[in-house]
């Protein structure tokens, strides 16, 4: 819903198979009536591209309506190893840079989904310590990054000081 010229997704954000949003927005491709098991999704649908979760179609709409809209440069706080944010005006800030975070997936047995080079890198994640050389971003989304801040007005404090104008902090946290 809209609330002060703000998006705000309230629904939870599964990651899971949805199998009903799968064939509703696939069904359509293929008489294949397995197309309600994610051995579908898996054989076919990934390697198409397909939808496949509310969280697929959350990444599809950042992606691709909010983030280009926006016409500037976009932050993603912990990327790890799967960002949500993508494309060439974003960066990205982790406590580790590509490699740790590579070496600490495979220590936990994580997949690499989706590698990028880290921007910029603070060990305990302080953002008042990255020099981005004066750049601020027109969106900062914080994915499951908030919830480990010792300083919660530290951390929106410095978010904010990381925002143009009239910028926009979104946060995905756990339920």
Known sequence: ?????????????PM????????AKHG????????????HYE??????????SRGQQIRSIINEEIVPALKGTVLELG????????GESVKYFDVLDLAGLEARAASI??????????????????????DTHGERFAMILSSHVVEHQLDLVRHLHAVSNLMKPGGYYTLLVPD
Do not use: M
């Open 43 to 52: 054989s076919i649908g990934r390697k198409s591209g397909w939808q496949a």
């Open 79 to 86: 990327p790890f190893l799967n960002p949500i944010l993508r």
């Open 109 to 130: 047995g994580y997949p690499s989904v989706y590698p990028v080079e880290i921007d910029f890198v603070h060990p305990t994640g302080d953002l008042t310590k990255i």
């Open 1 to 13: 819903y809209h609330c002060n010229e703000s998006i705000v997704l309230v629904d939870p954000f």
């Open 28 to 39: 359509h491709r293929t008489e294949d009536s397995s197309i309600l098991d994610s051995g």
């Open 16 to 23: 899971s198979f949805d199998a009903l949003l799968y064939k």
